[in-house]
């Protein structure tokens, strides 16, 4: 079982900081990374519809892939907002303790709905490429 360490004040805020810091500069790179390849996989995806005035059934998917990529990644930064309130308020609870800041439920669909904008950016890209080899 494992040992739950104790953590004086000073440890505790600057385990917070480091903690608020690094989860936060990696939210924000992955979800700035997701929506700009997501939102210009979406215009040129529609771009080309426009200018071949159709749109094949792997140009509409590529499309509903970028925008549900898009969609997920608003759910995703939801879930992060509960997840760290979720954190302060184990931290608030026992000020002395990391225990039960470590995660949160929250943590885990934050998780779940980053995968699956990942996986919607790259099902959008690769239908992209089908629709483009298809239209040329």
Do not use: C
Not at 60 to 85: C, E, K, P, Q, T
Not at 101 to 108: D, I, M, N, Q, V
Not at 110 to 131: C, E, K, Q, S
């Amino acid at each position: 079982m494992a040992e739950t360490q104790e953590l004086t004040r000073e440890q505790r805020e600057k385990l917070w900081e480091q903690f608020v810091t690094e989860h936060g500069n990696a939210e924000e790179a992955y979800d700035s990374a997701l929506r700009a390849l997501a939102g210009a996989g979406l215009g040129i995806t529609v771009s080309l519809a426009v200018a071949l005035k159709e749109l094949p059934g792997s140009g509409l998917w590529a499309a509903i892939s970028f925008l549900a990529a898009l969609l997920l990644n608003f759910g995703s930064y939801v879930f992060v907002r509960h997840d760290m309130r979720a954190r302060m308020e184990a931290l608030r609870r026992n000020p002395t303790a990391y225990e039960g800041a470590e995660e949160s439920r929250w943590t885990t669909w934050t998780w779940r709905t980053n995968v699956a904008a990942g996986i919607a950016l790259l099902a959008g890209g690769m239908l992209l490429i089908v629709f483009i080899a298809r239209s040329v």
